[in-house]
Each structure stands twice: as structure tokens, then as C-alpha cells.
Nanobody, 119 residues
Framework: QVQVAESGGGLVQPGGSLRLSCAAS????????MGWYRQAPGKERELVAR???????NYADSVKGRFTISRDNAKNTVYLQMNSLKPEDTAVYYC?????????????WGQGTQVTVSS
């Protein structure tokens, strides 16, 4: 099993910044691509950004130029720096870790962290 734990959510005013962190851990597993997803009330969960173990990234169009994803492979930790936040960024943000045990691939999710952008 792989444990995934997010932190860093909260309330911020429009135009403000937040940094989310997510740590994945699990003995006997390799952590591969990690990503951030979000789900707003009444909407489906959507990809925000993801990063491979080699550092390749991709972003949702709605966050390009405002959000930056990065990772520390030694710590199996991924970060999401969110700048110029807008009310429409309000959602529960979930971290996903893709892992394998050298045989099969698995997806693990964190419990989510609330981000609220409001004045």
C-alpha cells in the first residue's frame, strides 16, 4: 500500500497564493507520475497538473502561467505553487500517485485539501 497525504490548503483572497504539498510513501513501491486534481461542488474531478519522475509536466489550460508543479524525488513529494488565484479555483484538491511494485501499476489518492478563494 502507498499512503498519500496532502497539506497546505486554506482560504485566500483573489490574486493571492497558496502552496500545496503531497507526500507519498510505501515500502516496496516505486512512485512514478504524481499529479494534482480538483473537484468543485457539482462538477467532475479534473486534472490540474501532473509531473513524471523525470520531471516532465503538463497543466490544465485554466491554470497555465499561474500554477507550477514540482517534485522532490528523494522525498516522493510533489508541490503545487498556485499564484494569481481566482474564485473559480475554489475546490477540493486531491493528490494522486501512480506507483508500481515492479509487477503491477496502481493509483493512490489522498484525502483532499480544501482551497477556497474568496474576498
Amino acid at each position: 500500500q502507498v499512503q498519500v497525504a496532502e497539506s497546505g490548503g486554506g482560504l485566500v483572497q483573489p490574486g493571492g497564493s497558496l502552496r500545496l504539498s503531497c507526500a507519498a510513501s510505501g515500502s516496496g513501491f516505486r512512485i512514478n507520475t504524481m499529479g494534482w486534481y480538483r473537484q468543485a461542488p457539482g462538477k467532475e474531478r479534473e486534472l490540474v497538473a501532473r509531473i513524471t519522475s523525470g520531471g516532465s509536466t503538463n497543466y490544465a489550460d485554466s491554470v497555465k502561467g499561474r500554477f507550477t508543479i514540482s517534485r522532490d524525488n528523494a522525498k516522493n513529494t510533489v508541490y503545487l505553487q498556485m499564484n494569481s488565484l481566482k474564485p473559480e479555483d475554489t475546490a477540493v484538491y486531491y493528490c494522486r500517485a501512480e506507483a508500481d511494485d515492479y509487477l503491477l501499476q496502481y493509483n493512490y489518492w489522498g484525502q483532499g485539501t480544501q482551497v477556497t478563494v474568496s474576498s
